[in-house]
């Protein structure tokens, strides 16, 4: 028979099969286009971070919320003049003669004179540090860097009572902090001079990183190092031999005598930064004095803006210059948020220290000329140092 037929597929299936094929290539070009925009605001949101993020040097301790604020814990950046303190004042006692006192009868005197500072941001992040009972009605001093980007500040006693607090003056440059809460009959510490302290003598410190539970440290004063830089500012500070622990940025150091001859941040770190940095007494009763005054240490020059280091390597990965990265700015400052300061005055800015250096040698008032980085165009803007 001649009737034969071939095997194959009929015209309508093959009209079928040709849809599909290109359904499916339309599927894969849909899927690689929400990849590339998946990517490309993933880029986005890395960019933003990394360009605004400070760097936090071994930061205090960190954890989620175990424990919910107080309902009027709210902290106020920037007291008004009717809400600074006026005259709250840190004396350096004299040191006292006699035996020293053995370590639990100074841990049993001084920790009801230490308190757990804790900060709340917009996302519940929590900040655990130390702070000092400086007055009886309910002034208390830490450390500034606790308080970045707080909604709510907490203070907890060592007799497990918890505060809301209210900022009543902050300096930048010693990162110390002057805190409020509503509390009556606190007990203060006792201020010494650290230039009574020997190297090599015996101190130790008390602080709070997990609240209303002071740990005691010990350890000796391993040197007091004079025209130190921290952040561009020459200071004055006593290295310790006592371990640098999370939660112990406003730890009082003392003697055995039991008085405070500074105060700790952990943020002040050299090389391995494995043992704790103090802010003499001396220094620390003076800013205080300043603070309880006018909210501030007053005088001090600073430009018309808030600039931040970019992160290390980033610069380059983005192709970035090096510099001081403006994150914010008011409106009549002649810097813009997104602008990389690299250059004051024709010297080379790599960092906010080399900013900071400059600046602090100079007064308010005094004219800078700053080069910066705006979008892909290099200018040249001249602007007035106004009082940090």
């Known amino acids: 028979m001649n009737d034969k037929r071939e095997i194959g597929i009929e015209p309508a299936e093959i009209?079928?099969?040709?849809?599909?094929e290109r359904n499916l290539g339309?599927?894969?070009?849909?899927?690689?286009?929400?990849?590339?925009?998946?990517?490309?605001?993933?880029?986005?949101?890395?960019?933003h971070y990394i360009t605004v993020r400070e760097v936090s040097g071994g930061d205090d301790l960190t954890l989620s919320p175990e424990l919910p604020f107080a309902e009027d814990s709210a902290i106020a950046m920037e007291p008004s003049a009717e809400d600074l303190p006026g005259d709250v004042r840190l004396d350096i006692?004299?040191?006292?003669?006699?035996?020293?006192?053995?370590?639990?009868?100074?841990?049993?005197?001084l920790a009801p004179s230490v308190v757990a500072v804790r900060s709340g941001s917009g996302d519940n992040a929590i900040a655990l540090g130390t702070g000092i009972v400086i007055s009886p009605d309910g002034y208390i001093l830490t450390c500034g860097h606790l308080l970045e980007n707080a909604r709510s500040v907490n203070v907890l006693c060592a007799d497990g009572m918890e505060y809301a607090a209210t900022l009543a003056g902050l300096d930048s440059v010693s990162d110390l902090a002057?805190?409020?809460i509503r509390a009556i009959g606190l007990t203060p510490a006792e201020f010494g001079s650290s230039g009574n302290s020997a190297t090599g003598e015996a101190i130790l410190s008390?602080?709070?990183p997990i609240g209303a539970l002071p740990v005691l440290t010990t350890g000796i004063l391993s040197a007091t190092i004079s025209d130190i830089r921290v952040n561009g500012f020459s200071m004055t500070l006593l290295m310790t031999d006592i371990a640098n622990a999370a939660g112990h940025s406003g730890a009082?150091?003392?003697?055995?005598?039991?008085?405070?001859?500074?105060?700790?941040?952990?943020?002040?770190?050299?090389?391995?930064?494995?043992?704790?940095?103090?802010?003499?007494?001396?220094?620390?009763t003076s800013i205080v004095s300043d603070l309880s005054e006018y909210g501030k240490v007053p005088g001090r020059p600073a430009l018309n803006a808030d600039v931040r280091d970019l992160q290390p390597g980033y610069a380059d990965f983005l192709g970035l210059p090096s510099g001081?990265?403006?994150?914010?700015?008011?409106?009549?400052s002649v810097l813009r948020k997104g602008d990389i300061i690299t250059a004051i005055d024709g010297f080379a800015v790599a960092s906010v220290a080399d900013l900071n250096a400059y600046v602090n040698s100079k007064t308010v008032g005094d004219s800078v000329t700053l080069t910066l980085v705006r979008g892909r165009d290099y200018v040249e803007a001249i602007t007035q140092l106004v009082e940090k």
Do not use: H
């Open 15 to 20: 009209e079928n099969c040709g849809r599909g």
């Open 178 to 180: 002057l805190l409020q």
């Open 324 to 332: 001081a990265y403006v994150v914010a700015s008011p409106a009549d």
């Open 206 to 208: 008390i602080g709070d």
């Open 252 to 284: 009082p150091v003392f003697n055995y005598y039991g008085q405070v001859i500074g105060v700790g941040n952990a943020r002040l770190k050299i090389k391995d930064g494995s043992k704790l940095f103090a802010i003499p007494a001396e220094m620390v």
């Open 93 to 109: 006692a004299p040191r006292p003669n006699g035996e020293l006192q053995p370590l639990s009868a100074l841990y049993e005197k």
């Open 26 to 47: 339309k599927i894969v070009l849909l899927f690689i286009l929400l990849i590339l925009i998946g990517c490309a605001i993933a880029a986005l949101a890395v960019y």
